[in-house]
């Protein structure tokens, strides 16, 4: 397993680098962060939560309407250079993130989008979802600009919520 870097870290806030070759760090990279992604219960991490400022991430989510645990039914995929490119209505719905633990709280995202990327495989590839999927989506691409959950609350929550957070972690940001 991966050690999961948390608020305060600097590379949490860099825009991560594009992946111009899918090598075998690269496949290897995945691999292991889906095994974090499974061991911490998460339904996504992005490369800079584990130390690595480049743009990828891998999703593990849960069907809407089932409460299995069986993986093979999960949406289960690496995303590599993503680019969403349509966002359609809005949801809000409680978020979190492994980086920022034991902070849970309402963000508005857009209910549905498609994103374009590459997959492990160098095809480029599509994928639309809505509710879970979409925010997965949403929140595990803004990882690769530097952006957290907490910086898309509204004002005041937001002030409130990272004042604590820098408090905490030492930081100013
Ligand atoms: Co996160």
Not at 137 to 165: C, M, N, R, W
Request: charged share 35%; glycine share 8%; net charge negative.
């Amino acid at each position: 397993m991966l050690e999961v870097r948390e608020y305060g870290e600097k590379v949490l806030r860099e825009k991560a680098r594009k992946i111009e070759e899918i090598n075998e760090d690269i496949r290897k990279l995945a691999s292991d962060m889906f095994e974090t992604c499974y061991e911490t219960e998460g339904v996504g991490l992005a490369a800079p939560q584990v130390g690595v400022s480049l743009r990828m991430y891998v999703l593990s989510i849960p069907p809407e309407d089932d409460e299995t645990t069986d993986r093979k039914k999960f949406t289960e995929e690496v995303i590599i250079n993503p680019e969403i490119i349509s966002r359609v209505g809005k949801q809000t719905g409680e978020e979190g993130c492994l980086s920022i633990p034991g902070v849970y709280e309402i963000v508005e995202r857009a209910e549905e989008v498609v994103v374009r990327y590459t997959n492990l495989d160098g095809e480029e590839k599509e994928l639309k979802g809505s509710g879970l999927l979409a925010r997965a989506i949403q929140h595990e691409g803004d990882h690769l600009d530097g952006t957290l959950f907490v910086d898309k609350l509204p004002p005041l929550k937001k002030q409130l919520v990272k004042k604590k957070l820098n408090r905490a972690y030492g930081v100013r940001w």
